[in-house]
């Protein structure tokens, strides 16, 4: 089933992010693990015009022109001198959606998400999707449990007003 919670646990979900959530349970079938072994890319595809429907723009592919980059630092004349780049942003640059697949903790991918997200200008909330099931492991759970840590501990305090964890 579709698993989804919101960093911090004190605080309730906007009806925007409930919007984005609600994408990913009508694609629910199409994109479910351990079932579907898609690749991130592939899992963007299906969602992407969905999200878009709501007003979210979404990479299209690796190549140049195709991510989408999110800017970090500013130089002379206001140029951007550094920017990371997202799986998808809503339009108005609050929401950064990331999608991972096989990754998402063994490679701690999430980690970066939460650091890139951070960096990002204009950013208040990261979307992590990730799969509920990779070779036998929960990476839902796993991702989930290490959120809860960062904030019950609050020794580590994100920019971010919140990050949606969601496993499909």
């Known amino acids: 089933m579709l698993r989804y919670q919101l960093f911090p646990r004190s605080q309730g979900i906007s009806e925007q992010i409930q919007s984005v959530i609600e994408c990913f349970e009508r694609t629910y079938e199409q994109?479910?693990?351990p079932e579907n072994k898609l690749k991130s890319n592939e899992v963007l595809d299906v969602l992407r015009p969905h999200l878009e429907q709501i007003g979210f723009t979404i990479e299209t592919g690796k190549?140049?022109?195709q991510k989408i980059p999110v800017p970090v630092l500013f130089g002379l004349n206001n140029t951007v001198d550094q920017s990371f780049n997202a799986d998808g942003v809503s339009?108005?640059?609050k929401i950064v959606l990331e999608v991972?697949?096989?990754r998402a903790y063994a490679n701690f991918a999430f980690l970066k998400d939460v650091f890139q997200a951070s960096m990002m200008y204009?950013?208040?909330f990261?979307?992590?999707a990730v799969?509920?099931?990779y070779r036998g492991g929960d990476d839902f759970q796993k991702i989930y449990?290490?959120?809860e840590t960062l904030y019950i501990s609050s020794r580590l305090v994100l920019p971010l007003k919140g990050i949606i964890l969601i496993g499909y």
């Open 31 to 33: 994109i479910k693990s």
């Open 131 to 133: 799969r509920n099931d």
């Open 63 to 65: 190549a140049k022109g």
């Open 122 to 124: 204009g950013v208040e």
């Open 126 to 128: 990261l979307i992590l």
């Open 100 to 102: 991972e697949a096989g």
């Open 145 to 147: 449990t290490f959120l």
């Open 91 to 93: 339009n108005d640059g």
